[in-house]
């Protein structure tokens, strides 16, 4: 993931999706934290951390905003 981040130019990226499912909320919060962390200097990406047994509509407004 690194190497992939690393390349990357300074671009607005915003034609992709990746989806990461794992098996625990725990590790699920451990994940998006390292994602949002080694993003962020890239324009246009974002996270969203949806985890099961939360609100479903107040996860889905995070997701669309």
Do not use: N, W
């Not at 190497?3 to 919060?29: H, K, N, Q, W």
């Not at 969203?48 to 889905?60: D, F, M, N, P, T």
Request: glycine share 8%.
């Amino acid at each position: 993931f690194e190497g992939i981040i690393g390349s990357m130019d300074d671009s607005v990226y915003t034609d992709f999706v990746i989806l990461i499912v794992v098996p625990s909320r725990e590790l699920a919060i451990q994940i998006e934290e390292v994602v949002k962390f080694m993003v962020l200097k890239l324009r246009g990406v974002r996270t969203a951390l949806i985890i099961g047994g939360e609100s479903r509509e107040q996860q889905v407004r995070v997701f669309i905003l």
